[in-house]
């Protein structure tokens, strides 16, 4: 693993980013296997992070008006829950088990045309309901129905981590290489270097090998204040697991927008079992881009 660590720097560059909002207090994504790291990788991480931050700098600076569909599928499912004690194998201890027997799914599925303008300093984004359920009910202006999710402006999750003002408090690393629908990618990790009530978030990001653009995003909820993976010890002894990550397979001009997002919640009991608890996931498709430009400023003088 390589790691990088950014200085302090004039906070007159700080930049708003995305706005991620997550109704669970849980933890954990799930463990990936490292790939081997070349020697190589030591310099190539001080050029990712100039390139990084100039592409992040690109995108804070870009005009943007554009439609696409949003295409959500919800599932809920619903256990019951039977709880004992037990002895344990290995010393011989009661342990408090809890086993999980499914009920019943909920599925839901909505269809959104989702807008998004950025002009000067102003952002705006809304969403038409065009289906739910599979049936047309339309709706202008309609609010995102998600059980336990929320995200605003996908399209700058990169800026939280790799803008050249964020770079300053954030750890970096190395932890791999990938290969993201046919592209190279070199696979990096930011940590922030302290917790600050803005910003305070964990994430591991696909960047392209080739133009530094970022192609997928995995939040770490351990962003999330007061998250725990422990649940209430009415239900019995168990975990949660969360993950959450945001492909950007759509090109544009050089900037990159949401193509997949998927989010999961998974219970977990002492022996390991999983159990999906909750999933979303969101495909974004039939993009009309009006303004993808990047604002050109005059000075008079």
């Known amino acids: 693993m390589i790691a990088s660590k950014k200085s302090a720097g004039n906070p007159a560059h700080r ?10 207090m849980t933890t954990g994504l799930a463990a990936q296997v490292p790939t081997k790291v070349s020697a190589e990788d030591t310099a190539l991480l001080k050029q990712v992070m100039q390139k990084t931050g100039d592409y992040c700098e690109r995108l804070k600076a870009v005009a943007l008006d554009f439609i696409c569909h949003e295409n959500i599928k919800e599932n809920t499912y619903f256990y019951n829950k039977k709880s004992s004690y037990r002895r344990s194998d290995v010393a011989g201890e009661m342990i408090y088990s809890t086993q999980l027997k499914l009920r019943r799914v909920q599925d839901k599925s909505y269809v959104y045309d989702y807008q998004m303008i950025r002009k000067e300093e102003e952002r705006y984004e809304k969403r038409d309901l065009l289906e739910k359920n599979g049936k047309k009910n339309e709706k202008k202006d309609a609010k995102l129905e998600l059980q336990r999710y929320f995200a605003q402006y996908l399209v700058y999750g990169p800026v939280g981590f ?37 910003n305070y978030s964990f994430g591991k990001i696909w960047v392209d090998a080739a133009d530094f653009s970022v192609l997928k995003i995995e939040w770490d909820p ?10 209430d010890s009415s239900i019995g002894n168990l975990k949660r697991e969360i993950t959450w990550s945001v492909t950007y397979g759509i090109e544009k001009n050089g900037i990159r927008f949401p193509s997949f997002q998927k989010l999961e919640e998974v219970l977990i009991n002492h022996t390991g079992n999983r159990s999906i608890k909750y999933q979303v996931d969101i495909l974004y498709d039939q993009y009309q881009f009006f303004i993808v430009e990047t604002e050109i400023k005059y000075q008079v003088e």
Not at 222 to 231: A, F, K, T
């Open 15 to 24: 930049t708003a980013c995305v706005i991620l909002l997550l109704v669970f």
């Open 162 to 198: 790799l803008s050249h003002y964020w770079q300053q408090h954030f750890d970096y690393a190395v932890v791999g290489r990938d290969a993201l629908d046919g592209r190279a990618t070199l696979v990096i990790t930011a940590t922030p270097t302290e917790k600050r009530e803005e």
């Open 222 to 231: 351990r962003s999330i204040p007061g998250y725990s993976e422990e649940l």
